[in-house]
C-alpha cells in the first residue's frame, strides 16, 4: 500500500513540472488545435450518420402516415371558394394540354405529416351540361411531403376532354421533402445530441490546456512527449527541459 503511494507520488513528481507561462503560447495552441481538428472531423462523421439515418428512414415512415387517409374526416383547415380558391389555382399540374377551368373551391385538411387537398371546379359550356372537374392531391413525409398522391376526375365523356394520361398516376416523390428531410433531421439530431457534448469537451481541452495538463486524462504535463498517465503522446514534443 505504502509501496503503490509512494510510486504515485515519484510519478506526480517525474510528470509535474513547474509551469512555465512562456511556454504556454508555443505549447497550448498545437495541443488544442489537434485535439480540436480530431473532435471535428468526429462530429462530422457523426452528422453524416445522423443525416444517412434519415435518409433512410425518410421513405418509410412517409408511407407509414398515408395510413391517416383511412381515418375518418375532419372538417376542412383551410375552405376557400370563388376569388380565393382561384387565386391558388390546381395544386399539381393538370394532365390536358388544355388548361383546366379555374378553380372554384380549394379545401384543405391533415396533421402533422398529412395533407390532403381536394379542388373543384365546374364549366358550364354551350349545351348547359355542366362539366366537373377534381383533383385531389394527397402529401405525407415529416416535416416536409416526401411522397405525393394525385387523382383526378374530368368530364369522361366529353370528347374535348379525352386524353391518355392517367387519372390516377402512382405514388411520387416529392422532391423537397425526399432530398431536405434527411438534411433537417439529421442536424437537428446532431445539434441535440452531439453540439452540447462537442461544447463540454472543447472547454474542458481549452482549461487543460490552459493549465498545462493532457487533453486526454488531465494529467499534468511533464518533461516526456507522452502522458506519463494514459500513455497517449502531446500534441508536440512535451518541452525543453
Ligand atoms: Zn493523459
New binding site residues.
Partial sequence: MAASANFAAARVASNRVEYDAERRPTLIPCVAQSASQLQMRRSLLLLLLFVLASATLNLPVALQMQRARQAPQSPPLINESGALAAARGWPAATPHTTPWPTPSVWQSLGNAGYERVNVYATTTPADGTPGQFNMQVERMGWPLPALERVQMWWPWDDPAWTTSAYSDPPLRLAWPGALLNPLLIGTALWIVFVLPVQGFCAVRRRLRARYAC?R????PCGTNDV?S????PFAEPARDS
Fill in positions: 493532457c486526454h486524462c488531465g494529467y502522458c498517465e494514459c500513455g497517449k
